[in-house]
């Protein structure tokens, strides 16, 4: 049984850092892209960042860039995103998903999915 459990969420005010992580177990974990995506109220889910199985590709949104870190430590089967200068924008539901297929790094389509890890950023 495949489970992803996220964790590390909170507030935090405007310019501050939250690390992200996300314990897998169940699956091979170096055969699969990792990737974090967050849903705000009243918008759609968006991939925030990917990382590939080696940990040598890495995707990510292009408001986050410079910001965040996606990193995984395949010893432990988790994948961390490190959040830094954290804005309002930045408020969302943040969820942990895994894929196992060869999508571009870009890809939305994911196979199995955490419940997610709120992250409110106060102004």
């Known amino acids: 049984q495949v489970q992803l459990v996220e964790s590390g969420g909170g507030l935090v005010q405007a310019g501050g850092s939250l690390r992200l992580s996300c314990l897998t177990s169940g699956l091979t974990f170096t055969s699969y892209r990792m990737g974090w995506f967050r849903q705000a109220p009243g918008k759609e889910r968006e991939l925030v960042a990917a990382i590939s199985g080696s940990g040598i590709l890495t995707y990510y949104k292009d408001a986050v860039k410079g910001r965040f870190t996606i990193s995984r430590d395949n010893a432990r089967n988790t994948v961390v995103l490190q959040m830094n200068r954290l804005n309002v924008e930045d408020t969302a539901l943040y969820y942990c998903?895994?894929?196992?297929?060869?999508?571009?790094?870009?890809?939305?389509?994911?196979?199995?999915w955490g419940q997610g890890t709120q992250v409110t950023v106060s102004s």
């Open positions: 998903a895994a894929d196992r297929r060869s999508l571009p790094m870009g890809s939305v389509e994911y196979e199995y």
